[in-house]
């Protein structure tokens, strides 16, 4: 039997909701998880609604008293045990993103790795997760880190198992417990983590609840016991997730959309033209496009720009476009139909605003009938058209020409997001300053995508609150308790 075969038949036929280290039994209505690339039928998820929320809370409530209790090597423990589970079980939780989304099996499989990089990385971290204290009149104060209590976390559906992780990794690591929404389009591998949970984890520390995000995800954010959101999708729905946290008062975070400039400056090493080349490429094309940091405004200087748009035309242009379930770097197709037409809308939309360079077609991939594949597509075109002001989350480039340096900073930072951005120049006073001028959560200087462990992550602007990936992360899923010691008693104020 092969990979993908395997991987088809290990899945059940129909997901209720993971609560209290149990799936639960589906009664009310489902919804379909739909191979994206051939259509096929993988499963049936459980419509969840406000009776499942009450019960995930319920049992993570309940958890909580216990787990915020437990040390930090325990936490890392089971956070460790839970990257190796998934190490043993990458390849069948990889080839079931790719069925699910439509990613090629080389992209899905970097997911996995970091996914696995982030639950060891916390495991880490909860161990050097630590107060501060300071020596007071006859006594010292001593400010400790406290969990919040009940996290309730919502995750799209582009990198599902890297989401996972990022979500809930650092609350558990902080002593947290969570109730999980995923997404509608990408519910298999992260319900299928369930399974590995259940034998790790004490029963109602993590509880996965699939569903739609006006249903179950309104009923998560709502939940008066829901003690601290986290969220990761469009600034669209973070801005609703933000109001009922505000409702509610509970502390929100927020990884949201982004559309980030790449610049290139004329002093490049001509020897790195074709890596610069190549990982502009990548910038743009990684996981299709669908991805909220991807390289998607390419700002790049008069003085190189017809050779490098030729490399860059070529590039674009080798780029296999193809069954995802097949081996090697590819682009797969859209994870959904409604993406399709979105990103279609978008080409149409750039074929009449802007100059069309490569792709701008939709492409038949055999064996793949319901797929929405796109050739590689590039534009040039200047920062003011829609194409480069609104997130696609597609195959497609937004080339403009620069060469005065302060009106080229002005458009890098003249959009609504500030995300990701990428710089690549051999003058170091020029990408110091640029870096520092950029109005962006990451900078990378000569390599994009240069995600490293323990590297904060998250948006400037609409792009979001607070920063995931790191030790900072940590702080964002406790709040501080002060506790003040003395020895002896101050003189009296009013009994003398
Ligand atoms: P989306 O906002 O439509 O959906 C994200 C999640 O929110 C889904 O689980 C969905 O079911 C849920 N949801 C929808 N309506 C809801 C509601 N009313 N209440 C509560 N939950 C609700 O986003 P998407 O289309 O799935 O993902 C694409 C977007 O996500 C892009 O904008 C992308 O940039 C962003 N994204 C950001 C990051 C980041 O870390 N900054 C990472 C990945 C994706």
Redesign the pocket.
Known sequence: MTEVSAARKSLSKVYGAFIDNEFQPVSGSTFPAVAAASGEHLADIARCGSSEIDAAVASAKAAFAMWKTRVPEERAECLNKLADAIEREAPRLTTIDTLDIGRGLWETGIDHAIAMQQYRYFAAAALTHEGFGRPIPNGYMLAKREPYGVCGQ??????PAI?TA?KIAPAVAAGNTVVL?????ASLSTLELGRLIAEIFPPGVINIVPG???EV??A??AHPDVTKLA????????R??SQ?GANRLVPVSL????KSPNIVFPDVDPADIDAIVDNVTFASMYCNGQ???AGTRLFLHDAIYDDFMQRLTASMKRIRVADPTSQGPLLGCLVSETQGRRVQSYIDIGKKDALLITGGNRVEVAGCDAGWFFEPTVFETTNDTRIAQE?I?GPVLSVIRWSDYEKMIHDANNVRYG?ASGIYTTNLKAAWETADRLQAGNVWINNYFNLAAGSP?G?FKE??IGS?FCHETLNMYTHLKAITVQTQMNPPWFSQ
């Open positions: 919502i995750i799209p559906w582009n990198v989401m990022f929404k995923p997404d509608e389009n739609l995000g006006e995800g309104a998560l954010t969220f990761t999708g469009s600034s669209e729905v973070g609703i997730v009922a990884e949201l959309g982004g991805s909220c940091l997130e989350f995300l992550f948006g792009s979001g995931e």
